[in-house]
């Protein structure tokens, strides 16, 4: 069975070993026809009779036509090699199974019970509508997305394929652990059974175990048939009382004493503790599939993370410690080009299935703008949240939150005014405003705060951050910074902050190293396939030293150079003797480049300036381009992965791929050019930003200042200056008016 590497003649492409049950094996597989991943369900038994056979054919007819976002889809039936077997779609994430493993004891928090059971309540009752039940609904039939969307599978199949016979009426089907009495009786079954076996996985959910735990399954069929459970509050005294009410009467004996449908259960569920609003933050939308293609002339970048388990795996350790309660700090540090980010990129997606809610500040380069990752993290709170939901997590505090973030106000319908104090009790009460806001939202659903490039933190940012610091380790939040630990020296906030955080013992560090050789030679095979010969991997170890950022762009210049060309059967390298790599980041950064037309250069060395990233609107007025051709050139420059598009709702927002990108772009301006272009961009941003100066204050007397207009950047400093007063910003505000 393990040596199974395709089905049908060649059709599916099996691509890895998913896991394995009692029924069958679940194999990861490439449809090369329909150019889409599937799984492949093979059976572990022989070949069914023709009249089993038919019967498992019927039913997945039956279910194959259920086209619903939280039921996994049937594709195709058929028998290979003596084996039945079953196309599904492919569900990137993991069983409801694994996922109750990693918490403590095997107990979900509320909001995952609720967020998973609301989710198989509108498969159940979309199903039930189309007359179909489930009969075998339990933990390892209930997938969880990457995007923390429930899915049933499985629909329909367990009374096709048949059980052990107990009575003479019937067949018993389904787990004996989640088993409805009647079905374990052999009675006919309705829309009342599936909710049993949901009930009584909804019950391990929230205890940990199952309603009538046991190895020996006649002895817990008895006890499903005759015996009242244990109530779960025994179990998990934490437990929602209103949650634990409805767990009992799904496990009701008497079909007629249960929820009769599961749309009355699912009005149940979401009437517990405000359940549209926890789950109004943590629960993301369905994200579609991606489909993989057959073997093209392309290079594959979105690559897996290389050598970075035990990085991720401690981050993820974290998270779930979240989830018990348990608030850390962690800094992850190395030099530019590491994987700092793109790591952190991985956990984002973990905290997802986790229904953690992931939020990201931003430090910049140009410009000291007092507090600019909080306020980055409070707006997308404030964009994900109802007004309800915003006043009560910002408290006593709304004052102090609408003075950081102007445009809550909006949504906080009362804002209790507070009294005056003096500069430093006012500056601790900012802290203190700006650490309750996280902690109300952390106990509304878990959070993970993530301050990238930390090494351009303004000193404000590092000092709230040593406050909040103080306060996590009892909340049901982490907070994550990630900084270049070689450009420490010159900062002296940071290195400041970190030193006092270090004595007081808040953080753990987590530090990136370079790739072995080895490394690189997998992230070359993934790029390129396995035709290419071993000695280009060791040629690009040790021409980029282990940098990840620098072995992709080396390998991105290789396939732009033709160096490794596309062959019949994927990517081969001709002759490695004769490659020539560029010694820095600089020089293949620049080479690449050359590839781009000179329109494009232009556009992107003016993007440079700007900063790391750019809004659509401000560079066409910038550049003088009309729409279409500047849509243009920004689609062959994301296509060269020089730069990404960034999601910021109401906004067209692009950002370089990485600040090295952008170093070297800027770096390739000469200095009369750069002084033009500051200017230039200094009064195109002072037009476009008119109805809201001062909060650009900071950027505009940057670029000023820049262009060489001395009186305009005096206006803006001042700007600037009184702004970061009035968040108490004193260092900023000082730096300003100096």
């Known amino acids: 069975m393990s040596s199974l590497t395709h089905l049908q003649n060649g059709r599916y492409a099996v691509l890895k070993k998913l896991g394995e049950g009692g029924k069958g094996v679940v194999y990861k597989a490439r449809d090369t026809v329909l150019n889409r991943v599937v799984a492949i369900k093979m059976l572990k038994s022989e070949v069914l009779s023709e009249e089993a056979y038919s019967r498992v054919m019927r039913e997945a007819q039956v279910v194959a036509k259920l086209n619903h976002p939280n039921i996994v889809s049937i594709h195709d039936i058929g028998k290979e090699s003596e084996k039945q077997f079953f196309i599904l779609e492919f569900v990137d994430g993991m069983s409801l199974g694994g996922l109750m493993g990693t918490y403590r004891e095997g107990k979900c928090d ?45 629909f ?124 109004a933050v ?55 080009g590491i994987g700092k980010t793109r790591l952190l990129m991985e ?73 005056s104090l003096g500069p430093e009790e006012e500056r601790l009460r900012l802290f203190e405003a700006v650490t309750q806001f996280f902690v109300n939202a952390s106990r509304e659903a878990p959070l993970v705060l993530f301050l990238d490039n930390l090494q351009w933190a303004d000193p404000s940012t590092m000092q709230l951050l040593h406050y909040l610091g103080r306060s996590l380790k009892q909340e049901q939040m982490t907070i994550v910074g990630a900084y270049r630990n070689l450009e420490l020296e010159e900062k002296e906030a940071l290195l400041r902050c970190l030193l006092d955080m270090n004595r007081e013992r808040l953080f753990q560090a987590l530090p990136l190293r370079r790739l072995e050789v080895s490394e690189v030679g997998v992230m070359v095979r993934q790029t390129f396939g396995d035709k290419v010969p071993s000695k280009l991997a060791k040629l690009v170890y040790e021409k980029s030293g282990g940098n990840p950022f620098f072995v992709e762009e080396i390998l991105r210049s290789l396939a732009e150079e033709r160096m490794v060309q596309p062959g019949e059967k994927g990517w081969v390298a001709p002759d490695v003797s004769r490659i020539r790599i560029p010694k820095t980041v600089k020089a293949v950064v620049t080479q690449r480049l050359q590839h781009l037309d000179e329109a494009c250069r232009r556009t992107l060395s003016l993007v ?131």
Request: proline share 6%; aromatic share 6%; net charge negative.
């Open 282 to 336: 943590t629960k993301p939308g369905i994200a579609v599939q991606p489909t993989v293609g057959l073997p093209s002339p392309e290079p594959i970048w979105a690559r897996p993370l290389v050598d970075r388990e035990d990085e991720l795996s401690t981050l993820k350790g974290r998270l779930d410690g979240v989830l018990r309660g348990e608030g850390s700090l962690v800094f992850v540090t190395g030099e530019a």
């Open 347 to 419: 956990l984002k997606a973990y905290a997802k299935l986790r229904g953690a809610l992931f939020l990201v500040g931003n430090c910049y380069k140009e410009g000291a703008v007092p507090y600019k990752p909080w306020v980055e993290i409070a707006r997308e709170y404030l964009r994900r949240s109802r007004p309800e939901l915003l006043y009560k997590v910002a408290g006593i505090y709304a004052a102090e939150i609408v003075k950081l973030v102007p445009e809550a106000a909006s949504k906080l319908s009362a804002i209790p005014p507070l009294p």
């Open 608 to 738: 440079a300036v700007v900063g790391r990233e750019f809004d659509f609107q401000v560079l066409k007025e910038i550049t003088g381009l009309e729409e279409d051709q500047l849509v243009t050139h920004l689609d062959r420059c994301l296509m060269s992965g020089l730069i990404q598009e960034r999601r910021v709702p109401g906004r067209e927002i692009y950002a370089f791929t990485d600040n090295q990108v952008r170093d070297v772009l800027y770096e390739g301006v000469s200095t009369v050019r750069k002084r033009r272009y500051h200017l230039q961009i200094g009064q195109i941003l002072e037009k476009l930003h008119a109805k809201n100066l001062d909060e650009h204050s900071d950027e505009l007397a940057y670029h000023f200042e820049e262009g060489g207009n001395d009186a305009k950047a005096l206006e803006y400093f001042l700007k600037a200056g009184d702004r970061a007063m009035k968040v108490l910003a004193n260092e900023e505000s000082s730096s300003h008016f100096e």
């Open 110 to 154: 509320l909001q995952t019970v609720l967020r998973v059971s609301i989710d198989v309540c509108g498969a159940l009752q979309y199903a039930h509508s189309q007359g179909v039940l489930h009969r075998d609904i339990k933990p390892e039939n209930i997938l969880i997305t990457q995007e923390g969307t429930a899915k049933l599978m499985d």
């Open 156 to 279: 329909g199949l367990a009374k096709a394929l048949g059980g052990t016979r107990i009575t003479r009426r019937g067949m018993i089907v389904g787990t004996p652990a989640y088993l409805p009495p009647e079905q374990a009786l052999g009675k006919d079954s309705d829309e009342r059974s599936d909710l049993y076996s949901l009930g009584a996985t909804l019950y391990h959910m929230a205890t940990g175990r199952p309603p009538f735990p046991g190895d020996d399954p006649v002895k817990v069929i008895f006890s499903h048939i005759n015996d009242m459970p244990m109530k779960p509050s025994r179990i998990n005294p934490d437990i929602d009382a209103e949650l634990e009410r409805i767990i009992l009467k799904l496990l009701k004996k008497d079909p007629d004493e249960r929820y009769q449908s599961a749309e009355k259960l699912k009005e149940a569920l979401q009437s517990i503790g405000g359940a549209e609003e926890r789950l």
